[in-house]
């Protein structure tokens, strides 16, 4: 019989129910055991949903409250001395490491968060000490669900992040510079002990997921995969049988590293983004291993389609024959929204053509059925499917011709602003006339409640349009006039009209369709709306004229005109995956273009434009290489189309909110932004050395405010921060802004953090006066 999996589960609930939940505790609303009681309601129901759907491997320890890397930290005792010595219980600890904690006397700032490999979601790293030690904590997590589980009836599959990853992704803490693999003999006898628990409390199948196979692996990292799974998979009776899991790319440059997996039970590929592995892997298992094929993408939400996933489930079969393969979802399902069943304001046409986790979790039971049962058994879903594959492949919502013969115009030189970087400057230095260390901020002012409400009565049809323009004219008032106080240089106006960065603009071109409850983490209990792209698009009329041409008029300062970058716009939505993405891209590009040269027109010239593009590494091919290469090129030619239209005297701002940029740092000088602002707040400051090194002759503004955690750094902080990047950056390319927008932040918070920038700004021009 060939089983169907799901390899992870979203956490946050039909209506975000989680999110909720969290921020009511963290703003002292509820308690603590309600909280608790919120995540216990939540897993059952989502153990349940799986379950009535027929899935046969049921997937826990997936739910966190924050991040499930987070989670790790705690059980493996790896929380850094900073987080303990404050004595908080566990539940604060832990969310002091995922966002900071600023209360009574203590004061701790949060650790590193990052990408999860290609995706818009983001984990914390774990952060470690040369002596660093781990034991397994008191009453640990996976084995607490999976009795938790297995109370309510369900058998499940605990999942676990492997121990090689755990360590390749994270980083030794300041002031260390162990290798976090040298600790991985340490780390082992944790994971051992954990299993031997999982499996005295009944689980007989444990996930251990193994991601980073899917990157080019250094050899002190491949190495480290033999002793650690010799030992895992050496456990017999004693431990539950072991799937490895990797997802997000393919692994057959890592072949080597399989033997480390002999005692393994199972190995899981991710067949939706390479198929082609399948060929390869077969041909590696043991003969009595079993093979986990990621079929149905945890990555997206277009329906499967079957009878494509049949035939190469078939070719799978015939190598291995039935019993050793099992059905599954190509990753967690964690970067799906939860249900298309919420969805009533879809277009009926599009709305077949979709599918969410709880449609995935019955995806993977019909192939499985479809292949251990014969087609027969399930001919209605066959039928159904070849339908809606049937009715999206004839759709005419798809092509428009008009944006592909623009694109046929499009030349070499659309992509070149009309001067070198040093005469583009010498015009806007004139036009801005901007002191030493210019002061910014990257776009977004808070989201209050108010500023949601009454977004939310506009979106319902309760205010009109003329009330909702003037209440949005209101805020951004108080943008500028609260940078009038603080000092600013080059103001923002706040984005108060933006329900978010990228589904703003979505819901504002052809060619996107957008959802009503589709909401995915991104981090802690930070939710996104991906827009879908399921058509050509094209920009109907400007997006963002209104509210920045209002803007500017209103302010005595430069005002940046804010833009998403096409590669921002199609990584955060949800991508078609009938056309390539570079097409996709370019249409991005030509649409924002337009948008560009509409706020120049409108007296928007002496402006900076920020396009951001925080998501243009995210999208880099997770190996180095000749696809790596093809990506930069279209996804920097898209930026360049975007932004190329302008003249020399319009500064160019770029935006990106990481800091690991080393890797592609030509693409990144390449864009040819008059200014970059980068996530550099908890990095090292040797990170900017690439900079120098690379004679990098534009400006760039390192993040000195760490945005995602609520506490206000003091303004010693900031000069701290400043004098450490003037060590690697030259002082007239150097500006000063936070790591990113400002949106999650509340004013009591910005205010004063701001304030405090601007006082270390102004106490470094004095220093370099000349
Ligand atoms: C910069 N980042 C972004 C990423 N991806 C994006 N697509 N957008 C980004 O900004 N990736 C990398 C980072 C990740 N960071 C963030 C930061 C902040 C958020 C965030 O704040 N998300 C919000 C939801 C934003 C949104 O769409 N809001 C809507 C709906 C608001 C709402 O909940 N309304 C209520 C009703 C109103 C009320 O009564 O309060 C409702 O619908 O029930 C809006 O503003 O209109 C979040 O809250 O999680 C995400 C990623
Ligand atoms: N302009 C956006 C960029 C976030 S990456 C903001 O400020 O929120
Ligand atoms: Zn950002």
């Known amino acids: 019989m060939v089983q169907s999996s799901v390899l992870g589960f979203p956490r946050m609930g039909v209506l975000r129910d989680l999110k909720k939940a969290t921020e009511a505790y963290w703003s002292d609303k509820i308690t603590q055991d309600a909280l608790l009681a919120e995540g216990k309601r939540l897993r059952l129901a989502h153990w349940k949903i799986q379950k009535d759907a027929g899935v046969d491997i049921i997937p826990s320890n997936d739910f966190a409250y924050y991040d499930h890397v987070l989670d790790h930290i705690q059980l493996f005792n790896a929380v850094p001395e900073r987080y303990t010595s404050q004595k908080l219980n566990t539940l604060d600890e832990y969310f002091a490491m995922g966002r900071g904690h600023q209360k009574g006397s203590v004061d701790v700032p949060a650790l590193e968060m990052v990408k999860w490999f290609d995706s818009n979601y983001h984990y914390v790293k774990p952060t470690l000490q040369d002596n660093q030690t781990f034991s397994l904590a008191q009453d640990p997590k996976p084995v607490r669900h999976f009795l938790e589980a297995k109370e309510a009836g369900i058998h499940t599959r605990p999942v676990l992040l492997g121990p090689v990853s755990f360590l390749a992704l994270g980083k030794a803490d300041r002031g260390s510079s162990a290798d976090p693999i040298t600790h991985l003999s340490k780390l082992v ?385 949800f991508p078609r995956d009938d056309v390539h993405q570079s097409v996709q891209a370019q249409q991005l590009a030509l649409a924002l273009r337009d948008e560009v040269v509409d706020l120049e027109k409108n007296g928007i010239f002496v402006m900076a434009v920020q396009v951001d593009e925080p998501a243009l590494r995210e999208g880099l091919p997770l190996r180095s290489g000749k696809e790596r290469e093809a990506y930069l090129t279209w996804a920097v030619d898209s930026f360049k189309l975007s932004t190329a239209g302008v003249e020399d005297s319009t500064q160019i701002h770029s935006h990106f909110c990481y800091s690991e940029f080393q890797d592609f740092f030509h693409a990144i000088a390449a864009l040819d932004a008059d200014v970059l602002s980068i996530e550099n707040s908890k990095s090292d400051a ?59 932040r509340t004013w009591p918070q910005v205010k004063p953090a701001l304030a405090n920038m601007v006082e270390a700004a102004k106490y470094f021009r004095e220093q370099y006066k000349a």
């Open 686 to 744: 040797k990170l900017l050395k690439v900079f120098i090194d690379e004679a990098y002759p534009r400006h760039i503004g390192p993040g000195v405010y760490d945005i995602h955690s609520p506490r206000v750094p003091a303004p010693e902080e900031f000069k701290q921060r400043m004098q450490e990047m003037l060590e690697y950056l030259r002082p007239e390319q150097l500006w000063i802004n936070p790591d990113c927008g400002l949106k999650t």
């Open 189 to 573: 006898p944790v994971y051992v002990e954990l299993l031997k628990a999982l499996k005295a409390a009944g689980a007989d199948q444990v996930q251990i997921d193994e991601p980073v196979l899917v990157f080019d692996l250094k050899p002190e990292i491949k190495a480290a995969f033999k002793p650690a799974y010799e030992a895992l998979g050496s456990l017999g009776a004693a431990g539950p049988q072991i799937t490895i899991a990797t997802y997000f790319g393919d692994i057959v440059h890592n072949t080597d590293v399989l033997s480390a997996f002999a005692n393994v039970h199972a190995l899981h590929v991710d067949l939706v983004r390479n198929p082609e592995q399948l060929e390869t892997i077969v041909k590696q298992l043991g003969p009595q291993q079993v093979l986990s094929l990621g079929v149905v993408d945890g990555r997206n939400i277009w329906k499967n389609n079957f009878q494509k996933t049949l035939a190469l489930v078939e070719k799978a079969v015939q190598a291995l024959g039935k019993e050793r393969i099992i059905i599954a979802t190509s990753s967690s399902l964690l970067h799906t929204p939860h249900t298309l069943a919420s969805e009533k304001k879809l277009p009926e046409e599009v709305y077949q053509w979709f599918s969410f986790a709880v449609e995935k979790a019955h995806e993977v039971v019909v192939l499985a059925k479809a292949v251990t049962q014969g087609p027969a058994a399930v001919q209605a879903e066959l039928d159904a499917n070849a339908a809606a594959m049937k009715s999206r492949a004839e759709s005419k919502r798809t092509n428009n011709p008009d944006v592909k013969e623009r694109q046929r115009q499009v030349t070499p030189e659309m992509h070149n602003r009309k001067s070198a970087f040093d005469v583009r400057y010498a015009q806007q230095k004139t036009h801005l006339s901007l002191p030493l260390f210019p002061t910014t901020t990257i776009g977004s002012f808070p989201q209050t409640s108010e500023i949601r409400i009454q977004r939310n009565k506009f979106t319902k049809g309760e205010i009109t349009e003329a009330e909702y323009d003037a209440f949005i004219r209101k805020e951004i008032d108080l943008c500028i006039q609260i940078q009038d106080e603080l000092g600013l240089d080059v103001y923002v106006h706040g984005e108060p009209e933006r329900n978010d960065m990228v589904q703003y603009f979505g819901e504002r071109l052809d060619g996107y369709v957008f959802t009503t409850y589709a909401w995915v983490q991104s981090y802690g209990s930070r939710c996104v709306r991906p827009p879908i792209i399921v058509g050509d698009i094209s920009r109907p009329a400007p997006m963002t004229v209104k509210e920045s041409k209002y803007a500017a008029s209103v302010s005595k300062k430069p005002m940046k005109g804010m833009l998403t970058g096409p590669i921002t716009c199609l990584r955060w939505s």
